[in-house]
């Protein structure tokens, strides 16, 4: 195929190849609206000369950079995540936003502490994921202080401090994992849970709603202290095994954050599978494909495209009319998948 010319581009935006060639080539003045049609036909066309109308139209916008902290790197959760953000932060038109994407390796408190403070300096404004703990609190402190407000993601954290919080409502999505356990089980029986750690707030909140339900709606289930599975696979793999040796009369499995490939794997190796309702949190390859083999009975998703508009929207808001007076929180509605969904 030939290379798309100025007469094409032109053809494209609806307008003339006089006015396409001013924006191509910068001469006169050029009205925001024109140029952006321009780059919009030559972009969706391939015009070699795309690029050079963005950089033109960039030149004069307001420039931001924003860091984000997520974790487990490898997890295609969040690299999903950090795709979206980009692309988030690349739909952004009329000002030049860009990432600092890190990862925090551990749960420690003060590895993110860390990571955050190092970004002072270099960023207009933070978002991070991550535990609820006296050393993250601080590090959102003082980076208030320095004028960089702090945005939390997935799971609250540094109430009071930080700007806002931008997530599901974990208190709900557990209240809906407690319904659709005790609808889906045969029977009433035991049911376990998994959580990252105990200073992951979001974590605590699904626990706090899926007992509350389970205490008023369906009593006759016993809810078995939660187990710890630091979001890695092999724990969660071993603790779900050892679960089922004890309980043979365990009928529900939640787990509440990562490391649900564990929970995969041992429901795939126990003869008592189809007896046991489980549910994981986010849609991956892995997750997708045991909800097809029907090895577990429903994911819990984060809209991610909608969250992450929402926070790059929100950040540059925040960057231009200044910090709120009173921390606020933007709820997300979970998105529910079964077999029959995907």
């Known amino acids: 195929m030939k290379r798309p010319t100025i007469a094409d581009v032109a053809h494209a ?7 396409v060639d001013r924006v191509l080539n910068g001469r006169l003045p050029v009205r925001e609206e024109t140029s952006r049609k321009v780059y919009e036909a ?13 950089q033109r139209m960039m030149a004069d916008l307001p420039s931001y950079r924003f860091g984000i902290i997520l974790r487990k790197e490898r997890q295609p ?7 979206q953000l980009n692309a988030a932060a690349a739909a952004v038109k009329d000002r030049h936003v860009s990432l600092t994407i890190t990862y925090a390796v551990s749960g420690e408190p003060s ?21 609820d703990h006296y050393d993250v609190t601080a590090a959102v402190s003082t980076l208030k202080t320095k004028g960089i407000p702090t945005f939390a993601l997935l799971t609250d ?32 029986g035991k049911v376990v849970l998994f959580l990252g ?29 939660a187990h710890i599975n630091l979001e890695t696979r092999r724990l969660t793999y071993e603790l779900l095994m050892d679960t089922l040796s004890h309980h043979p009369d365990l009928v529900g499995v939640y787990c509440m954050g990562g490391g649900m490939e564990g929970a995969i794997e041992a429901l795939k190796e126990s003869k008592r599978s189809e007896e046991i309702a489980c549910l994981v949190n986010e849609l991956t390859p892995e997750s997708r494909q045991a909800l097809l083999e029907r090895r577990i009975s429903g ?14 929207a929100t950040m540059v808001h925040t960057i231009e009319h200044g910090m709120a007076e009173s921390p606020g929180q933007r709820f997300f509605p979970a998105l529910l998948w079964v077999p029959e969904s995907l």
């Open 77 to 83: 959760f969040y690299q999903a995540f950090a795709e």
């Open 42 to 54: 030559a972009e969706k066309l391939g015009f070699h000369g795309a690029k050079i109308i963005r």
């Open 299 to 312: 994911v819990f998703q984060t809209p991610l495209v909608e969250l992450c508009t929402d926070l790059i």
């Open 197 to 225: 750690g105990h200073r992951f707030h979001g974590h605590s909140l699904r626990e706090m709603g899926f007992r509350a339900y389970m205490r008023e709606f369906a009593p006759r289930f016993q809810v078995l202290d």
């Open 111 to 131: 590895e993110l502490s860390e990571l955050m403070l190092g970004m002072a300096g270099k960023v207009s404004a933070i978002a991070v994921t991550g535990p």
């Open 13 to 19: 935006s609806g307008l003339s190849v006089a006015t």
């Open 157 to 188: 954290l540094a109430q009071g401090v930080r700007e806002a919080y931008l997530g599901t409502n974990n208190m709900k999505v557990g209240r809906s994992a407690a319904w659709m356990i005790s609808k889906l089980s045969p029977s009433p």
